[in-house]
């Protein structure tokens, strides 16, 4: 009896959880690759706007990396950046984010330099009607190169959105605060690497992101590695840090 | 019928010195081979033994703190290659031995020095090294033991060392518990998951030279705060130029973590600093939209606008602005449950590793 009464209470919270399954997801990337042969300065500016609206949620995120390094005398450079954002509302859960990476390797390099930029805003939907929902991306890439040396230079972006119908509508419960209706700005800013004698070969890569919960940030976390040499020395750096609310 | 002179000389010693400082020297040669040990400190024990012999001396000592303020400056020598360790410290401990070995029918050339020193909770200054390459550690524990053991021969050079702080920060495991459990309202009466408690960790400095090639190098390490760390450190010297050192320091603790850095330099390159740069994180009320933003078909003269600013920010030759718009549109036919449930109300945590290890070839050094 007390076994059949155990399986009944599950049963019925198993029920319980999947009407309060709304899922919905969404993501989008934007990469760009650029290979420059010879140049006294080589910068890579990549940037994408995201958002979703759904009949529970708007979410919308833009973030920009921007890196650069200067090699007098000329040199050769291949940065790489990538931007990544998520929204989603998981089982009642309002969450979403960027990541950032950039990887740049320069020979004769005298600086360089890196920032990270994103701004996130979520609120929240309510409608009992059938309702539109909408996701869009927009990704946007540019170079500067040498004037001499050969040069490639890749854009590419992808945007994916997952939905999960519900079997009935299901009260809804909205816990407001003030950050709800807030743009978040996050920003990451490398501290420039200056040197008088030109780096025969320097490394570095920077990965980043973070995540809102209700629209509050929630983590944020970066891995970093460098490598750099000058004649017979090197030096390796690494460091992983997070921070969670 | 053949006889064989044997003219052998077998000494001991031994000191002990409390409270006071004591100095020994000690020399001992035949037609070979010559050796030299020097000894300075106070609160220590010290023996030695030698066996001196017309083609050989072996020779070894040792010797070790007796209180937690003390200290010991102590150098080896075999035909003119040094090898030598100092430790000093206001709570913590040391202990060194040495060993000569040279001549006899396998004609050896031994010369060995190893060093132990550690510290808890105070302060410990060391130095070890030889002829070719010499190091010097500092090191400031708070509530923080640090160990390091090194190896010398006159050549060669190897240290590793590894502290972590002696207790854990009070209510970090249950925050860490409550987490993994996904209860984010504290319990006060069970599970004091607040940050409380004193700033706890380590400063640490080690800097090497390699007189011989004319190079040096250092690196600076500091944690403190509610934090429990770990700080591991390495030297390597070999190959009469080559050599490698590092500092790695990873942990766990309540938000903001007051110190976290590293600093590192070596001849020849620019400083190196950890963290390597800052976020910055602010909230305002969402920005007006853009007209050609809110009219997704602008975004053709957003692209120019961007690109232009990408112009006036670096000067020279751009590559053509590439960008695309993806639009996806779709129907969701009920409204889905929206709950929002309350926000941690734990303290945040932060979680760190950070490094540097840098590497000489010695390509430019002279033979």
């Given at each position: 009896?007390?076994l059949?009464?155990?399986a009944?209470?599950?049963?019925?919270?198993?029920?319980?959880?999947?009407?309060a399954?709304?899922?919905?997801?969404?993501?989008?990337?934007?990469?760009?690759?650029?290979?420059?042969?010879?140049?006294?300065?080589?910068?890579?500016?990549?940037?994408?706007?995201?958002?979703?609206?759904?009949?529970?949620?708007?979410?919308?995120?833009?973030?920009?990396?921007?890196?650069?390094v200067?090699?007098?005398?000329?040199?050769a450079?291949?940065?790489?950046?990538?931007?990544?954002?998520?929204?989603?509302?998981?089982?009642?859960?309002?969450?979403?984010?960027?990541?950032?990476?950039?990887?740049?390797?320069?020979?004769?390099?005298?600086?360089?330099?890196?920032?990270?930029?994103?701004?996130?805003?979520?609120?929240?939907?309510y409608?009992?009607?059938?309702?539109?929902?909408?996701?869009?991306?927009?990704?946007?890439?540019?170079?500067?190169?040498?004037?001499?040396g050969?040069?490639?230079?890749?854009?590419?972006?992808?945007?994916?959105?997952?939905?999960?119908?519900?079997?009935?509508?299901?009260?809804?419960?909205?816990?407001?605060?003030?950050?709800?209706?807030?743009?978040?700005?996050?920003t990451?800013?490398?501290?420039?690497?200056?040197?008088?004698?030109?780096?025969?070969?320097?490394?570095?890569?920077v990965?980043?992101?973070?995540?809102?919960?209700?629209?509050?940030?929630?983590?944020?976390?970066?891995?970093?590695?460098?490598?750099?040499?000058?004649e017979?020395?090197?030096?390796?750096?690494?460091m992983?840090?997070?921070?969670?609310? | 019928?053949?006889?064989?002179?044997?003219?052998?000389?077998i000494?001991?010693?031994?000191?002990v010195?409390?409270?006071a400082n004591v100095?020994?020297?000690?020399?001992?040669?035949?037609?070979?081979?010559?050796?030299?040990?020097?000894?300075?400190?106070?609160?220590?024990?010290?023996?030695?033994?030698?066996?001196?012999?017309?083609?050989?001396?072996?020779?070894?000592?040792?010797?070790?703190?007796?209180?937690?303020?003390?200290?010991?400056?102590?150098?080896?020598?075999?035909?003119?290659?040094?090898?030598?360790?100092?430790?000093?410290?206001?709570?913590?401990?040391?202990?060194?031995?040495?060993?000569?070995?040279?001549?006899?029918?396998?004609?050896?050339?031994?010369?060995?020095?190893?060093?132990?020193?550690?510290?808890?909770?105070?302060?410990?200054?060391?130095?070890?090294?030889?002829?070719?390459?010499q190091?010097?550690?500092?090191?400031?524990?708070?509530?923080?033991?640090?160990?390091?053991?090194?190896?010398?021969?006159?050549?060669?050079?190897?240290?590793?060392?590894?502290?972590?702080?002696?207790?854990?920060?009070?209510?970090?495991?249950?925050?860490?518990?409550?987490?993994?459990?996904?209860?984010?309202t504290?319990?006060?009466?069970?599970?004091?998951?607040?940050?409380?408690?004193?700033?706890?960790?380590?400063?640490?400095?080690i800097?090497?030279q390699?007189?011989?090639?004319?190079?040096?190098?250092?690196?600076?390490?500091?944690?403190?705060?509610?934090?429990?760390?770990?700080?591991?450190?390495?030297?390597?010297?070999?190959d009469d130029?080559?050599?490698?050192?590092?500092?790695?320091?990873?942990g766990?603790?309540?938000?903001?973590?007051?110190?976290?850095?590293?600093?590192?330099?070596?001849?020849?390159?620019?400083?190196?600093?950890?963290?390597?740069?800052?976020?910055?994180?602010?909230?305002?009320?969402?920005?007006?939209?853009?007209?050609?933003?809110?009219?997704?078909?602008?975004?053709?003269?957003?692209?120019?606008?961007?690109?232009?600013?990408?112009?006036?920010?670096?000067?020279?030759?751009?590559?053509?602005?590439?960008?695309?718009?993806?639009?996806?549109?779709f129907?969701?036919?009920?409204?889905?449950?929206?709950?929002?449930?309350?926000?941690?109300?734990?303290?945040?945590?932060?979680?760190?590793?950070?490094?540097?290890?840098?590497?000489?070839?010695?390509?430019?050094?002279?033979?």
């Amino acid at each position: 009896m007390r076994l059949a009464l155990a399986a009944l209470v599950f049963v019925a919270m198993l029920a319980l959880a999947t009407q309060a399954s709304g899922v919905v997801e969404t993501s989008a990337s934007t990469s760009s690759f650029l290979v420059d042969t010879d140049s006294d300065i080589s910068a890579s500016r990549t940037m994408m706007e995201s958002s979703v609206t759904t009949p529970e949620m708007n979410y919308s995120s833009n973030g920009q990396v921007d890196s650069h390094v200067l090699q007098p005398g000329g040199g050769a450079a291949i940065i790489s950046h990538n931007i990544y954002t998520t929204a989603r509302n998981y089982y009642g859960i309002l969450g979403g984010g960027v990541s950032f990476s950039s990887k740049v390797t320069a020979t004769n390099a005298t600086s360089s330099e890196l920032v990270m930029t994103g701004r996130s805003t979520g609120g929240v939907c309510y409608s009992q009607e059938y309702a539109m929902a909408k996701s869009e991306t927009f990704g946007m890439g540019i170079a500067k190169v040498g004037e001499g040396g050969e040069h490639s230079f890749n854009l590419d972006g992808s945007q994916k959105t997952v939905t999960t119908r519900l079997p009935i509508p299901v009260p809804v419960m909205i816990h407001t605060d003030e950050f709800v209706n807030k743009e978040l700005t996050v920003t990451f800013r490398q501290r420039s690497l200056e040197m008088d004698t030109p780096a025969d070969f320097l490394q570095e890569e920077v990965n980043f992101d973070y995540r809102t919960y209700n629209n509050q940030m929630a983590y944020y976390g970066y891995d970093f590695s460098s490598f750099l040499a000058i004649e017979d020395t090197s030096c390796n750096s690494y460091m992983s840090f997070a921070h969670v609310n | 019928m053949k006889y064989i002179l044997i003219i052998m000389a077998i000494m001991a010693s031994s000191i002990v010195g409390s409270g006071a400082n004591v100095e020994l020297n000690m020399g001992y040669y035949n037609t070979h081979d010559d050796m030299s040990m020097s000894l300075k400190g106070s609160n220590l024990n010290f023996g030695s033994a030698c066996t001196l012999l017309p083609q050989s001396i072996k020779y070894s000592n040792g010797g070790a703190s007796i209180q937690p303020k003390t200290e010991y400056s102590y150098s080896l020598t075999l035909n003119g290659d040094t090898t030598f360790s100092s430790a000093q410290t206001d709570s913590g401990m040391f202990a060194f031995k040495g060993a000569v070995d040279v001549g006899g029918h396998d004609n050896k050339n031994l010369l060995k020095l190893s060093a132990k020193s550690g510290v808890k909770d105070g302060s410990l200054k060391t130095a070890y090294g030889n002829d070719k390459f010499q190091v010097q550690e500092v090191v400031q524990a708070e509530n923080f033991v640090y160990q390091q053991q090194a190896d010398l021969g006159p050549k060669t050079v190897s240290s590793t060392g590894f502290g972590s702080t002696l207790t854990p920060v009070p209510g970090l495991a249950d925050n860490l518990m409550m987490r993994s459990t996904g209860q984010l309202t504290p319990d006060a009466e069970t599970a004091p998951a607040v940050a409380e408690g004193k700033d706890q960790g380590v400063i640490y400095s080690i800097q090497v030279q390699n007189p011989g090639g004319e190079k040096e190098g250092h690196i600076d390490a500091k944690v403190m705060g509610l934090a429990e760390s770990q700080l591991a450190t390495y030297t390597k010297f070999d190959d009469d130029k080559k050599y490698t050192f590092g500092a790695k320091m990873r942990g766990i603790g309540f938000a903001p973590i007051g110190e976290l850095e590293m600093a590192g330099q070596a001849t020849g390159l620019p400083l190196q600093t950890l963290p390597p740069g800052d976020v910055e994180i602010s909230y305002k009320d969402p920005s007006e939209t853009d007209e050609d933003e809110e009219n997704w078909g602008g975004y053709p003269e957003l692209v120019d606008k961007k690109a232009e600013e990408f112009d006036s920010d670096y000067p020279g030759k751009s590559t053509p602005a590439l960008w695309y718009y993806l639009n996806n549109e779709f129907t969701i036919e009920v409204p889905v449950y929206v709950y929002y449930p309350p926000y941690s109300l734990l303290d945040s945590v932060e979680t760190y590793q950070l490094g540097m290890v840098y590497s000489v070839r010695g390509d430019d050094a002279p033979s």
